[in-house]
């Protein structure tokens, strides 16, 4: 989707997508995750990827827990609001064209997904994926998994949270037969589903009758 399509909703405030108390599945499953991956010496110290971060609460969650946190988001007013609704005024400096907004271990760089290279962010060991690759129009999906590629190392754990469901178009974008076209870059692993179209009406009055949250645990080849 276009960054203005974006900026739009963030200036409107229909930012839907936006879970106040963060994600209820992220809370649930990271440990495991974590302990899957603690033989490569994976854990609570390793640092996070969050791709499309808007100003979502799993920074601070992931945060709390010990990890260095890294998101990327293109308005930067999202960013800036991340912050701001903390209480905090976080050190902003610019690197290889991109600006970065900085606190207390958690970063948010203010940036293109598909412009952000490793002399920005470093690579990672650790990805969360929750409303990114929804939000991507299918043609960028490819892109979207490149850039994951470029930015961690192999071996990588991704945490995935995608949507299927049955009205047209997005965001989000239904992700029908993601473990198909996101291997062999990751392979992914179905950990739980549910459908959570009664407990989202907007859905329901996009035409769906289904709506399947689905979260999937993923690893990078070694
Ligand atoms: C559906 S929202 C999800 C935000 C967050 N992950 C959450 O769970 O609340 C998608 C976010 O990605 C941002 N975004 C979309 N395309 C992007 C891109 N190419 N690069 C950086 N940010 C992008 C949008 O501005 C928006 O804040």
């Not at 293109?112 to 969360?128: R, W």
């Not at 459908?195 to 689905?214: L, N, T």
Request: aromatic share 12%; proline share 5%.
């Amino acid at each position: 989707m276009e960054q203005s399509f974006w900026r739009e909703r963030w200036d409107d405030g229909r930012i839907g997508f936006h879970e106040a108390l963060g994600n209820a599945l992220l809370r649930e499953h990271w440990p495991a995750l974590l302990a899957r991956h603690a033989a490569r010496g994976v854990d609570a110290r390793s640092r996070v990827l969050v791709p499309l971060c808007g100003k979502t609460h799993d920074l601070t969650w992931l945060r709390q827990l010990g990890h260095d946190v890294v998101g990327v988001e293109f308005v930067e007013t999202a960013a800036v609001a991340y912050f701001a609704e903390r209480g905090v005024a976080p050190r902003r400096f610019e690197r290889a064209g991109a600006v970065c907004y900085e606190h207390d271990g958690v970063s948010i760089w203010v940036a293109d997904f598909f412009a952000v290279t490793p002399e920005h962010v470093g690579t990672f060991d650790l990805i969360y994926d929750r409303a990114a690759l929804v939000a991507l129009a299918p043609e960028q999906r490819q892109g979207y998994i490149d850039r994951l590629v470029a930015l961690s190392n192999p071996g990588a754990a991704l945490f995935l949270i995608s949507f299927e469901h049955d009205f047209d178009g997005g965001p989000p974008f239904s992700t029908d037969g993601v473990e198909g076209w996101m291997a062999p870059a990751f392979a992914l692993e179905r950990r739980f589903s549910h459908d959570v179209i009664e407990a989202e009406p907007r859905f329901k009055e996009r035409g769906a009758s289904y709506m399947i949250e689905i979260a999937w645990f993923g690893a990078r080849p070694l």
